[in-house]
Nanobody, 126 residues
Framework: QVQLVESGGGLVQAGGSLRLSCAAS????????MGWFRQAPGKEREFVAA????????FYADSVKGRFTISRDNAKNTMYLQMNSLKVEDTAVYYC???????????????????WGQGTQVTVSS
């Protein structure tokens, strides 16, 4: 069974940091583009960051640029999202995703990705 499992979410004060992990199992994702998305209550799922298969190409939403860092360890079949200087508006469920049809991120659109995790809650308090 192919799975993406997120972990590392939690409650943090504004200005704090969290590191999310996305562990893959059932198949290797080492040649796939991968990304992070988030969804706040009452809002649509939105793009946060994406990374190409080697980790050399990274892309960010303007809202997180300079604060979040996406990375991956293909030997561990795991992707990460380091989140610093967190803001209240970063509160959301964070999802990892993989695009098995491309080595590099083709777009920031949700339908581009065909594998999804179940999500992990990140809550930033003021």
């Amino acid at each position: 069974q192919v799975q993406l499992v997120e972990s590392g979410g939690g409650l943090v004060q504004a200005g704090g940091s969290l590191r999310l992990s996305c562990a893959a199992s059932g198949r290797t994702f080492s040649e796939d583009a991968m990304g992070w998305f988030r969804q706040a209550p009452g809002k649509e799922r939105e793009f946060v960051a994406a990374i190409n298969w080697s980790g050399g190409g990274r892309f960010y939403a303007d809202s997180v640029k300079g604060r979040f860092t996406i990375s991956r360890d293909n030997a561990k079949n795991t992707m990460y999202l380091q989140m610093n200087s967190l803001k209240v508006e970063d509160t959301a469920v964070y999802y990892c995703a993989a695009d098995s049809r491309s080595h590099s991120p083709r777009s920031s659109q949700v339908p581009q990705y065909d594998y999804w995790g179940q999500g992990t809650q990140v809550t930033v308090s003021s």
